[in-house]
T-cell receptor, first 118, second 113 residues
Framework: DAGVIQSPRHEVTEMGQEVTLRCKPI?????LFWYRQTMMRGLELLIY????????DSGMPEDRFSAKMPNASFSTLKIQPSEPRDSAVYFC????????????????FGEGSRLTVL | GENVEQHPSTLSVQEGDSAVIKCTYS??????FPWYKQELGKRPQLIID?????GEKKDQRIAVTLNKTAKHFSLHITETQPEDSAVYFC????????????FGSGTQLTVLP
């Protein structure tokens, strides 16, 4: 398996523009997570899905942020309009369902999308 | 919600020495505690995890200890090597799995040759 695939790897945009980040999870994983990483706030959970259904979006900072998962192999995180304070690395991660034993609680992260909003 | 504090923020050790990173958590219901390693410019990767029904877990040079009463857990790396240099994150969850993990702020470990 190629692992979690994110695109774009780097995005530079101007304030006010719409940004769409994309993620393909590992096949067979039931859970998909979007995290944001900044120096000031570390790794923050934005939202996660179970079987394509959003379960907890309490980490989404504002209405400018939205996430969708139309099918088991694709998810998007959209920021509209973008602001300079949205500059961060956005990670997508997937995980297999499992509550007992081994490493079944593991998050498999993608390479991340580095967003710069000017 | 859960709050995870991690110390120190930076740590330098000589190659071959041991390194210890400590985390405390606030939610007594938390029951899953993973540690992730992130090399410069790379993705975080799980290196070890522990659940609340055990007090210690070891995997070669890496070990994690958990004190539920005091609500703290620690990562121990023995015989450090230059390739251990990275940022290490602790995390906690009450779901027993990777759902709703709260991460610590990270520790930059530098192993000096």
């Amino acid at each position: 398996d190629a692992g979690v695939i994110q695109s774009p790897r780097h995005e530079v945009t101007e304030m006010g523009q719409e940004v769409t980040l994309r993620c393909k999870p590992i096949s067979g994983h039931d859970y998909l997570f979007w995290y944001r990483q900044t120096m000031m706030r570390g790794l923050e959970l934005l939202i996660y899905f179970n079987n394509n259904v959003p379960i907890d979006d309490s980490g989404m900072p504002e209405d400018r942020f939205s996430a969708k998962m139309p099918n088991a192999s694709f998810s998007t995180l959209k920021i509209q309009p973008s602001e300079p304070r949205d500059s961060a690395v956005y990670f997508c991660a997937s995980s297999p369902l499992g509550l007992a034993g081994g490493r079944t609680g593991e998050l498999f992260f993608g390479e991340g999308s580095r967003l710069t909003v000017l | 919600g859960e709050n995870v504090e991690q110390h120190p923020s930076t740590l330098s050790v000589q190659e071959g020495d041991s390194a210890v990173i400590k985390c405390t958590y606030s939610d007594s219901a938390s029951n899953y505690f993973p540690w992730y390693k992130q090399e410069l410019g790379k993705r975080p990767q799980l290196i070890i995890d522990i659940r609340s029904n055990v007090g210690e877990k070891k995997d070669q040079r890496i070990a994690v200890t958990l004190n539920k009463t005091a609500k703290h857990f620690s990562l121990h790396i023995t015989e450090t090597q230059p390739e251990d240099s990275a940022v290490y994150f602790c995390a906690a969850s009450r779901s027993g799995s990777a759902r709703q993990l709260t991460f610590g702020s990270g520790t930059q470990l530098t192993v000096l040759p």
